[in-house]
């Protein structure tokens, strides 16, 4: 079973400072790695796919990477509406499974 | 647009059974893998399975197989989670998603609906 961790659990930061948000799996593995912005009461929000492809819509501030089994997320300069949790999410295709992490909470210093 | 409207959600006593519906809206429904998402108050995320575009192959979370069952009526653009055996942690805010081509990500997700496991 792969396990997914991301780092750190909460970031603590003011508007127009960069945010790093990451993500590993325990196993190196075929696998696809998408980014999700998830706010209250809203449905959650694909921002990056494929690891390092920004989805329709998404603000050039938003950038994903990747580096074998290590991923992120990086936020260059952070808008009153980027605050909110975001989670990474794996697939693994054989079988197909999909693998959450456990979220970053990005807060508003 | 693409829409995404789960229902079906409310409060059940544990051990009975709920039927969620996922209705689809603004796209070619029968081409794309749809799957389920739940987010238990307070905690992540947690992925429950996933449905082939034809609706013939189906996979599951460790978590919930054999309880949970996906399926799909592409001539009605909907999808099904039947939940059996419900237990108070499946307490949770139940989302649809759409899978992009390739198993790539979830583009489009619905607004997601609670289920609640109580005496």
């Known amino acids: 079973e792969i396990v997914v961790t991301q780092s750190p659990a909460n970031l603590s930061l003011s508007p127009g400072e960069r945010a790093t948000l990451s993500c590993w799996a325990s196993q190196s593995v075929s696998t696809s790695l998408a980014w999700i912005q998830h706010k209250p009461g809203q449905a959650p929000r694909l921002l990056i796919y494929?690891?390092?492809n920004r989805a329709p819509g998404i603000p050039a501030r938003f950038r994903g990477s990747a580096s074998g089994a290590d991923f992120g997320l990086t936020i260059s300069s952070l808008e009153p509406e980027d605050f909110a949790v975001y989670y990474c999410?794996?697939?693994?295709?054989?079988?197909?499974?999909?693998?959450f992490g456990g979220g970053t909470r990005v807060e508003m210093k | 647009q693409v829409q995404l409207v789960e229902s079906g959600g409310g409060v059940v006593q544990p051990g009975r059974s709920l039927r969620l519906s996922c209705a689809a809206s603004?796209?070619?429904?029968?081409?794309?893998?749809m799957t389920w998402v739940r987010q238990a108050p307070g905690k992540g995320l947690e992925w429950l399975g996933l449905i082939s575009y034809d609706g013939d192959n189906e996979h599951y979370a460790d978590s919930v197989k054999g309880r949970f069952t996906l399926s799909r009526d592409n001539s009605k653009n909907t999808m099904f989670l039947q939940m059996d055996s419900l237990r108070p942690d499946d307490t949770a805010v139940y989302y649809c998603a759409r899978e992009l081509t390739g198993g790539l990500g979830f583009d489009y997700w619905g607004q997601g609906t609670l289920v609640t496991v109580s005496s």
């Open positions: 999410q794996l697939r693994t295709n054989r079988p197909p499974r999909i693998t």
């Open positions: 603004g796209f070619s429904f029968g081409r794309y893998t």
């Open positions: 494929d690891a390092s």
